[in-house]
Nanobody, 115 residues
């Protein structure tokens, strides 16, 4: 069983920055792909960024150049550095670990971008 716990959300002004963290439990972390998703009110959950076990990354077009996903395998933690935030980035952000037997999800952390 894997538990994912997100932190770092909050209220920020447009143009500001936040860093989200996701701490994972379990004995094995480094080999698994980790992802960040978000869900805005009335919208479907969407992929924001993913990072593979080898460190390769991919991003949604809407966040390329502004967000950076990274991981610290020793701490079993994945991060999402969010810069130049826009009001449309407002959403609940979820950490994800895809598994063949079923994905693991965190509880989510709210990010609100507003002046």
């Amino acid at each position: 069983q894997v538990q994912l716990v997100e932190s770092g959300g909050g209220l920020v002004q447009p143009g500001g920055s936040l860093r989200l963290s996701c701490a994972a439990s379990g004995s094995i972390f480094s080999i698994y792909t980790m992802g960040w998703y978000r869900q805005a009110p009335g919208k479907q959950r969407e992929l924001v960024a993913i990072i593979a076990g080898d460190g390769s990354t991919d991003y949604a077009d809407s966040v390329k150049g502004r967000f950076t996903i990274s991981r610290d395998n020793a701490k079993k933690t994945v991060y999402l550095q969010m810069n130049s935030l826009k009001p449309e980035d407002t959403a609940v952000y979820y950490c994800n670990q895809p598994r063949r037997e079923g994905d693991y999800w965190g509880q989510g952390t709210q990010v609100t971008v507003s002046s």
